[in-house]
């Protein structure tokens, strides 16, 4: 069966200090990846999402990257954290199929971000 | 408009009721539509996909109206481990978010003693 990792579980880090998430992914290959963030009282917002080593889409500029160095590895980073940063940051996989009717995603434990 | 619309609650239910959630969606070209359950502090867990021709999975019916792009969740004989945030999410579509799910900001539900 397939399991995502996040980690670490909770960070919490200084303004203008460097961040970096990591997910991996095991019991699957070639998955879509996805990070996400979801902030206090809102709904989850795309970040990133990866369908491929080292190929990477983002969806919101930001001051914010993420990088995908193997194949169930995908990595979000920061060099700078802003206090806007602070948030829940779910990473997701999806099977990849050669038809999009059907894309579940299944996503990680989180790792919960407070910059102060 | 909103791309996934949802009631917030809170819904406050006693233990039994059958309680429903309704969901709109604004892109037409949307493909697939799902629900996920979130609680408190954890990460958003598939609960069911929503087919056309509507669908069950024990307690929980999943219903959707593409003509008024509409989606609903049907809760009976509610738990009190049911209590948490409904998300509804949606899948596709056209333009730049074809392949991306879309989530609705959720629907709180609190199953009372």
């Known amino acids: 069966s397939q399991t995502i990792h996040q980690w670490p579980a909770t960070l919490v880090q200084p303004v203008g200090s460097p961040l970096s998430l990591e997910c991996t992914v095991e019991?699957?290959?070639?998955?879509?990846l996805y990070w996400y963030r979801q902030a206090a009282g809102r709904g989850l917002q795309l970040l990133f999402y990866?369908?491929?080593?080292?190929?990477i889409s983002s969806e919101v500029p930001q001051n914010l990257s993420a990088s995908r160095p193997q194949d169930r590895q995908f990595i979000l980073s920061s060099k700078k954290l802003l206090l806007s940063d602070s948030g829940f940051y779910l990473c997701?996989?999806?099977?990849?199929?050669?038809?999009?009717?059907?894309?579940?995603?299944?996503f990680g434990p989180g790792t919960r971000l407070t910059v102060l | 408009r909103k791309e996934v619309e949802q009631d917030p609650g809170p819904f406050n239910v006693p233990e039994g009721a059958t309680v429903a959630f309704n969901c709109t969606y604004s892109?037409?070209?949307?493909?697939?539509f799902f629900w996920y359950r979130q609680d408190c502090r954890k990460e958003p867990k598939l609960l069911m996909s929503?087919?056309?021709s509507g669908n069950e999975d024990g307690r929980f019916t999943a219903q959707l109206n593409r003509a008024s792009q509409y989606i609903s969740l049907l809760i009976r004989d509610s738990k009190l481990s049911d209590s948490a945030t409904y998300l509804c999410?949606?899948?596709?579509?056209?333009?730049?978010?074809?392949?991306?799910?879309?989530f609705g900001k959720g629907t709180k539900l609190s199953v009372i003693p």
């Open positions: 999410v949606v899948y596709g579509g056209s333009g730049a978010g074809s392949y991306q799910l879309t």
């Open positions: 019991g699957t290959s070639n998955p879509n």
């Open positions: 929503v087919y056309s």
């Open positions: 892109n037409s070209a949307s493909q697939s």
């Open positions: 997701a996989w999806s099977p990849t199929t050669g038809l999009h009717s059907y894309n579940e995603q299944f």
């Open positions: 990866s369908v491929g080593i080292g190929q």
